[in-house]
């Protein structure tokens, strides 16, 4: 019998001859799924998906750029094809957004990172600047956080303390320090400091050290601090977040003999009547007090000024030298035409319209506060129908 190869031996036997299949994927590839996973986990927690719109949070609302670009690429489609089991994909056409037909790899990899408007965390745009990409480029190589459980939950702590005032942004610059445990914004998205290394001289002769950098899309980088600071002045949205005992927002210091006459209070309303759970977001108490919150809001539950619910305070604002009666009187003149149109009945069967609530977005009533500050508020209204603070006509 003549001698046969290994092939027509296996050939003879039956055995089919299959080379085993690679599963890599590029780099570039590996931020799609991340981020196309991200999007995935959104809707399994809150069961739809990301949408636009300013009363969105900052995450969903970057989340739903994203898809909008991954359901733009056709690249992307058949990318995620296999993975996508909640047919993301395949939803409902959406209006075009920049021409990403002309975006090369780079712009693309910017814009699935997310994006973020010169004004702050709460605007939005769909491509970055080619300066903002170089600066992305300067951040060491991220890698996936394998023990980003520990830090999810600061994350979310974070972004809630956002959105209820606790937090605010303010424009990286004045203050250029980083230390264990700060939060920044910096390409869109949230930053965290876990580590912090010994301090050595730089080659220029200024202060460095190594850091390791959490990022909210649950991968980590491992950078040298300046370069932190330099992609953090470069980012026009970049952004570091106050720490929540950040103090007093009308004045950190007071002159001599000024007094603390009060505090302004937002409040959010438990209340499970289906208007206000339909629209809690929205629903905000807006008033001014010389004693202590909580005390003001101790019997919330049994008192028809707040909507017989209790309550939660989702910002407030130390007072130094002004009229409490006089500045209550001036939100009520503002938002006079979001007031709260509901009767509720008392505990003795008596219908009572509450005063003092408005169907005001919080981050408005933060801006308000803003321009009581700077005296800028003067012939200002809100207008419910661009939900935004407008000039009275002269």
Same mark, same amino acid.
């Given at each position: 019998?003549?001698?046969? &190869?290994?092939?027509?031996?296996?050939?003879?036997?039956?055995?089919?001859?299959?080379?085993?299949?690679?599963?890599?994927?590029?780099?570039?590839?590996? /931020?799609?799924?991340?981020?196309?996973?991200?999007?995935?986990?959104?809707?399994?927690?809150?069961?739809?998906?990301?949408?636009?719109?300013?009363?969105?949070?900052?995450?969903? #609302?970057?989340?739903?750029?994203?898809?909008?670009?991954?359901?733009?690429?056709?690249?992307?489609?058949? =990318?995620?094809?296999?993975?996508?089991?909640?047919?993301?994909?395949?939803?409902?056409?959406?209006?075009?957004?920049?021409?990403?037909?002309?975006?090369?790899?780079?712009?693309?990899?910017?814009?699935?990172?997310?994006?973020?408007?010169?004004?702050?965390?709460?605007? =939005?745009?769909?491509? /970055?600047? #080619?300066?903002?990409?170089?600066?992305?480029?300067?951040?060491? %190589? #991220?890698?996936?956080?394998? !023990?980003?459980?520990?830090?999810?939950? =600061?994350?979310?702590?974070?972004?809630?303390?956002?959105?209820?005032? @606790?937090?605010?942004?303010?424009?990286?610059? %004045?203050?250029?320090?980083?230390?264990?445990?700060?939060?920044?914004?910096?390409?869109?998205?949230?930053?965290?400091?876990?580590?912090?290394?010994?301090?050595?001289?730089?080659? *220029?002769?200024?202060?460095?050290?190594?850091?390791?950098?959490?990022?909210?899309?649950?991968?980590?980088?491992?950078?040298?601090?300046?370069?932190?600071?330099?992609?953090?002045? +470069?980012?026009?949205?970049?952004?570091?977040?106050?720490?929540?005992?950040?103090?007093?927002?009308?004045? @950190?210091?007071?002159?001599?003999? *000024?007094?603390? &006459?009060?505090?302004?209070?937002?409040?959010?309303?438990?209340?499970?009547?289906?208007?206000?759970?339909?629209?809690? %977001?929205?629903?905000? %108490?807006?008033?001014?007090?010389?004693?202590?919150?909580?005390?003001?809001?101790?019997?919330?539950?049994? !008192?028809?000024?707040?909507?017989?619910?209790?309550?939660?305070?989702?910002?407030?604002? +130390?007072?130094?030298?002004?009229?409490?009666? +006089?500045?209550?009187? @001036?939100?009520?003149?503002?938002?006079?035409?979001?007031?709260?149109? =509901?009767?509720?009945?008392?505990?003795?069967?008596?219908?009572?319209?509450?005063?003092?609530?408005?169907?005001? $977005?919080?981050?408005?009533?933060?801006?308000?506060?803003?321009?009581? /500050?700077?005296?800028?508020?003067?012939?200002?209204?809100? !207008? $419910?129908?661009?939900?935004?603070? @407008?000039?009275?006509?002269?």
């Amino acid at each position: 019998m003549p001698k046969l &190869s290994d092939d027509e031996l296996l050939d003879a036997l039956g055995v089919d001859q299959e080379v085993a299949k690679t599963n890599s994927h590029s780099p570039r590839e590996e /931020r799609m799924i991340a981020g196309f996973a991200e999007i995935q986990r959104f809707v399994e927690r809150y069961g739809r998906a990301p949408q636009h719109g300013e009363d969105n949070d900052v995450f969903e #609302r970057l989340y739903a750029v994203r898809l909008d670009c991954l359901r733009e690429q056709e690249e992307c489609r058949v =990318l995620l094809a296999s993975l996508d089991y909640q047919e993301l994909l395949n939803g409902a056409e959406i209006a075009p957004v920049d021409p990403v037909e002309s975006m090369d790899d780079d712009d693309l990899l910017a814009e699935l990172e997310g994006a973020a408007g010169p004004s702050g965390i709460t605007e =939005l745009r769909h491509v /970055r600047s #080619r300066a903002e990409i170089q600066t992305a480029e300067e951040i060491a %190589k #991220r890698e996936k956080c394998e !023990d980003f459980g520990r830090f999810r939950p =600061l994350f979310e702590q974070a972004e809630r303390e956002l959105n209820s005032g @606790v937090r605010q942004t303010r424009p990286f610059g %004045k203050d250029a320090s980083i230390n264990t445990g700060n939060f920044f914004i910096l390409g869109g998205q949230l930053v965290y400091v876990a580590e912090k290394g010994d301090e050595f001289k730089a080659p *220029n002769g200024h202060p460095d050290a190594r850091l390791r950098v959490i990022y909210s899309n649950g991968t980590e980088s491992n950078l040298l601090l300046r370069s932190l600071q330099r992609a953090l002045y +470069k980012d026009e949205a970049g952004r570091r977040l106050t720490e929540p005992d950040a103090g007093p927002l009308f004045s @950190v210091t007071w002159d001599e003999g *000024n007094v603390e &006459s009060g505090t302004i209070y937002v409040l959010r309303s438990l209340s499970n009547h289906p208007f206000v759970a339909e629209h809690r %977001k929205l629903i905000h %108490k807006i008033g001014v007090t010389g004693g202590k919150v909580e005390t003001r809001i101790a019997n919330a539950a049994h !008192d028809a000024t707040y909507l017989l619910a209790d309550v939660e305070v989702v910002a407030s604002y +130390k007072l130094a030298g002004i009229n409490r009666m +006089k500045l209550e009187g @001036v939100f009520h003149r503002i938002f006079a035409p979001a007031q709260l149109d =509901l009767t509720i009945h008392d505990r003795f069967g008596r219908p009572v319209r509450p005063k003092e609530w408005f169907l005001v $977005p919080l981050h408005v009533i933060d801006e308000a506060v803003q321009r009581i /500050r700077d005296g800028s508020i003067t012939n200002m209204v809100y !207008d $419910p129908k661009t939900a935004s603070l @407008v000039g009275l006509a002269q």
